[in-house]
Nanobody
Framework: QVQLVESGGGLVQPGGSLTLSCAAS????????MSWYRQAPGKERELVAR????????NYADSVKGRFTISRDNAKNTVLLQMNSLNPNAAAMYYC???????????????WGQGTQVTVSS
């Protein structure tokens, strides 16, 4: 059974930091690109950060570059999102995503966690 379990969300003051964690199981973690998305009330879900399955290449939304860092530990099947200098615009539900493109006759796989809430407020 595929599971992506996010943790680490909570209430933080503006300017503060949080580290989100995603624990994965039920699939070959090292073969999947891992991403963090977020969705604020009334807004579409948006990509925050992604890390590739091989090589660990990363990309970030412009709004978080230089403040957020995504990392993965393939031995522990976890992916982290270190968030610094948080502002109220970062408040949202944060979702962990695992994606593997189609390989030959095997279709693409796309898995989502349930999300963890981040609130930024003084």
């Amino acid at each position: 059974q595929v599971q992506l379990v996010e943790s680490g969300g909570g209430l933080v003051q503006p300017g503060g930091s949080l580290t989100l964690s995603c624990a994965a199981s039920g699939f070959t973690f090292g073969s999947y690109a891992m991403s963090w998305y977020r969705q604020a009330p009334g807004k579409e879900r948006e990509l925050v950060a992604r890390i590739t399955s091989v090589g660990g290449g990363t990309n970030y939304a412009d709004s978080v570059k230089g403040r957020f860092t995504i990392s993965r530990d393939n031995a522990k099947n976890t992916v982290l999102l270190q968030m610094n200098s948080l502002n109220p615009n970062a408040a949202a539900m944060y979702y962990c995503n695992a994606f593997r493109r189609a390989i030959l006759a095997v279709p693409a796989r796309d898995y989502w966690g349930q999300g963890t809430q981040v609130t930024v407020s003084s």
